[in-house]
């Protein structure tokens, strides 16, 4: 396999690329406790974007492992899960601002941290977004990879420590040419009061398309449905198949 | 359970804004600081998709993931304060005979039918078609990128402790009504939903009522 990208993602940044269809991201939480946020675009027209209530829906869960897949909101599969030895993905819980960061850990500054200032998860997507001509207007509900924010009865949130352990890792196959919006930031609802987000490591390589057999494509019929619309837009877009 | 049933005050008759909107329908209003804001399930469980944005600046809007954060609880009720994107309450829920309303079901499109359902349910009317119609009639360059998930009032949308998303049967019933006060210049989008493949509107989707009073 072709490897096109290893780099560890330092505590506190955001990234953003564009991955190809049948490309592979893993992302592994190299001491525990990461909180990964994520958002997904179509690389070519990125109006069309993550859906949390559309992959929640289709799948009948409210959180990501392996088999399950991220949906657009134009009812189309932006990638699959592959892997996951972690467990538990939120996706219900969102992404914290500046006020909150600052709440929680204090000033936390440029002008006295410098390149340790307390990164907020809000502001790096902004900060890459508009990157892409993007902005306010794209910051949809998210991914918080490696995260788990449990929901009793009464509907009570409850963050779950420990979710993710180190060395974990969760793998991300694309079905669409993606842009791909990171922030390695605390989750919003992690009590601990100490900005230290950890590294976590990236490694993206080629992979190939899911074949008939495929654990995210026969996971649900919903799945299946929503992999025939994803290889007609391939169709429509000049692709393959 | 995070039932908070509380009755309003408010006379019908003297409301300022009293309409009826059929299903299927879409509707867009601007609310000022203090104006009170109704909407009445008329025959019960029925769906009604709703997204509020600042009106003097519409890149802040509604938030499900701040609104849920906000008050550590994924159903909203009385007392409920709707949050922005920006972290900030743009409505606050004073009254509610429901009980329980959702938010993190989302609104119905044509594709995400032809997901959920069958790739041959692509023409049947869904909630994202009236919320684009409603914003395209609204103006102001309004459109898909402004639909974030949205509330759907009077929609019971059980998440269980294992993680798992239910679709249960609704807990409203004919009358019952949800009302909240504006906290800021409120721009409100509804599409009173179409939805015949599933549950959410009991099969029948029906008309509700919506009512403004002004601050007093």
Redesign the interface.
Known sequence: MTTHLHEMLRGGQAWSRRVARHQRLRLRDVEGRACVSALFYNARDP?ERY????T???Q????LTTGRVL?S????VLCSIVADDCG?HDT????G?A??AAARFGEGSYQTLRNEFHRNGRDNLLVELGKHGL????????VNFFARV????????AWIPANSRAGASVELRFEMDTLVVLSNTPH??DPDARYHPPPVELLLGDGAPAPADDRCRLSRP?NG??F??TEAYAVEMGGRL | ??FRLQESAFDPRQAAVDVTLPAGQGWTHELAPGDTFRIVDLEGNQAVDTLFFNSRDV??RY????T??AQ????LSTGTRLMS???RPLLTIVADTCG?HDT????C????N???Y??EKKYMHNC?DSFLLALARYGHGM???????NINFFMNV????A?????ADGVSGPGRYVEMRADTEVLVLISNCPQLNNPCNAYNPTPVRLLVWPKG
């Open positions: 109006i859906n949390m209530p559309d929640l829906k289709a009948f869960t409210a959180f949906f909101d134009m009812g189309r538990w219900i819980s969102g992404i601002g006020e909150a902005g306010k207007r794209d910051v949809v509900s998210n449990a929901v009793d009865d009464s509907g009570a949130l919003p609802l919903e449905r929503g025939a619309l | 359970m995070s890149d802040e938030s499900a993931t701040e849920i954060r550590g609880n994924i159903y994107s920006e972290g329980r993190l079901g989302g609104a499109s044509a594709e995400s032809q997901v959920r069958a790739l994202r459109g898909k990128r402004d639909l974030p998930n059980p998440v269980t402790p993680g798992e998303l239910t679709f």
